[in-house]
């Protein structure tokens, strides 16, 4: 029986079960990192599946051995900057491209989007060379001002921008508001819940980078949690519990972020879906 000809209560039970092995799939891997963070040393390979022994020591030591409190702060502001100045310049750019006229707007905007299909790795060369060129090896510049914009967040915002109807931007200039009051007034407070779900997207793209921090930082104190978490493995290759204890440390922010913002990202996902 088809499932779409199948009675409600079947439709369901398939739906749920489909969802309950899909989950456990991708929450195993987690599962046994867990177990594997939280036994000692000598027991991480007996019963690997099974949660036989438990000390909270490994986090204290991955915590201090792999100096992740000085990393995880780098990490943050790194986060925090280029999240917070994605937002400015994907607000500007994408108010530009939705209400300003230019000449060649369009063309513009297509040379503009074409920068999704070139991939980071592209880049690397040059732009380490420019960040070296700069002298902003081993700094915060170095490893935000790469991506203090971004094409996609650009897009995702003038496609919100673009349902904004004609009318409140007429009655606006009625009142005597510029292009800088409809933006602060208008614009921004009706796509808020796109620019929420954008900020997360940024914050965890940007937490999560590992390839062009591991090329410009060489100095241990300028490490981000995802490099720092690179040298314990190297260092303690006998412990792969206390690696395993860095990954949690390192995942617990992320999670607390998308609990937090969990309602935001839904918003925003959803924000235009549904027209009136």
Same mark, same amino acid.
């Given at each position: 029986?088809?499932?779409?000809? !199948?009675?409600?209560?079947?439709?369901?039970?398939?739906? @749920?079960?489909?969802?309950?092995?899909?989950?456990?799939?991708?929450?195993?891997?987690? @599962?046994?990192?867990?177990?594997?963070?939280?036994?000692?040393?000598?027991?991480?390979?007996?019963?690997?599946l099974l949660p036989n022994a438990f000390t909270?020591? =490994?986090?204290?030591?991955?915590?201090?051995?792999?100096?992740?409190?000085? @990393?995880?702060?780098?990490?943050?502001?790194?986060?925090?900057?280029?999240?917070?100045?994605?937002?400015?310049?994907?607000?500007?750019?994408?108010?530009?491209?939705?209400?300003?006229?230019?000449?060649?707007?369009?063309?513009?905007?297509?040379?503009?989007?074409?920068?999704?299909?070139?991939?980071?790795?592209?880049?690397?060369?040059?732009?380490?060379?420019?960040?070296?060129?700069?002298?902003?090896l081993n700094s915060f510049q170095g490893l935000?001002?790469?991506?203090?914009?971004?094409?996609?967040?650009?897009?995702?915002?003038?496609?919100? /921008?673009?349902?904004?109807?004609?009318?409140?931007?007429?009655?606006?200039?009625?009142?005597?508001?510029?292009?800088?009051? /409809?933006?602060?007034?208008?614009?921004?407070?009706?796509?808020?819940?796109?620019?929420?779900?954008?900020?997360?997207?940024?914050?965890?793209?940007?937490?999560?980078? @590992?390839?062009?921090?591991?090329?410009?930082?060489?100095?241990?104190?300028?490490?981000?949690?995802?490099?720092?978490?690179?040298?314990?493995?190297?260092?303690?290759?006998?412990?792969?519990?206390?690696?395993?204890?860095?990954?949690?440390? !390192?995942?617990?922010?992320?999670?607390? =972020?998308?609990?937090?913002?969990?309602?935001?990202?839904?918003?925003?996902?959803?924000?235009?879906?549904?027209?009136?």
């Open positions: 029986m088809a499932l779409d000809t !199948a009675p409600k209560g079947w439709r369901s039970f398939a739906r @749920y079960s489909m969802l309950t092995i899909v989950a456990l799939f991708i929450l195993f891997p987690v @599962y046994t990192t867990v177990i594997a963070a939280l036994k000692p040393g000598n027991k991480v390979l007996d019963n690997p909270l020591d =490994v986090l204290k030591n991955a915590w201090t051995e792999g100096r992740l409190g000085r @990393y995880l702060m780098n990490t943050t502001v790194v986060a925090l900057i280029i999240t917070s100045v994605q937002l400015v310049t994907s607000i500007a750019s994408a108010y530009a491209f939705s209400f300003l006229k230019f000449p060649l707007k369009r063309l513009v905007f297509g040379i503009f989007l074409s920068t999704l299909l070139v991939p980071l790795e592209v880049t690397l060369v040059i732009n380490r060379r420019t960040i070296d060129s700069l002298g902003w935000t001002v790469p991506f203090i914009a971004t094409a996609f967040g650009t897009f995702l915002l003038r496609q919100v /921008f673009m349902q904004i109807p004609p009318d409140l931007r007429e009655a606006a200039q009625m009142d005597g508001l510029g292009h800088w009051g /409809f933006m602060k007034e208008v614009a921004i407070p009706l796509v808020r819940p796109t620019l929420g779900a954008l900020g997360l997207f940024s914050f965890l793209a940007s937490w999560n980078q @590992y390839l062009w921090p591991s090329l410009i930082t060489t100095e241990d104190d300028m490490n981000t949690v995802q490099t720092g978490l690179r040298h314990l493995a190297s260092s303690d290759l006998d412990k792969p519990n206390l690696i395993m204890a860095g990954t949690i440390i !390192a995942a617990v922010p992320i999670l607390i =972020v998308l609990v937090v913002f969990q309602k935001q990202l839904v918003r925003g996902l959803t924000a235009g879906a549904v027209k009136g």
